[in-house]
């Protein structure tokens, strides 16, 4: 039986990741080949972003995540077990960052406060 194939969080490719990731829990849509997907943004640094994704995209697929504030071109780099792990076009600035860090925070909070 062949091996899985690795994701980034298995240590793998840990000294390969250029940026630091930012745990986030953020509702998106991914656009690929003309389709819109919904998905769930799980992680996220300057240079991608790791999405749980119901469809199966081929490694090298152009998408746009969009994010609300947030369009970025970029392509799929890895896809396992319903996760993605997206590379953008361009990198994301430090305040686009943030700001999509906040969002996530004051949303935990906000269904913490509603349970």
Known sequence: ???PAPTPDDGTFADRRAYPRV???LPAFL???GER?????????AGGAKVRCPAGL???TAVVLDC????????VRWQNDGL???CFD??????DLAALTDRSNALASWRKDRE
């Open 1 to 3: 039986m062949a091996n």
């Open 23 to 25: 745990p986030v829990a």
């Open 31 to 33: 656009q690929a080949d």
């Open 37 to 45: 997907h919904q998905v769930q943004i799980v992680d996220l640094s």
């Open 58 to 60: 081929p490694t090298g």
């Open 68 to 75: 609300g504030t947030l369009g970025r071109p970029g392509v």
């Open 84 to 86: 993605m792990g997206l």
């Open 90 to 95: 361009a990198e994301l600035d430090a305040r």
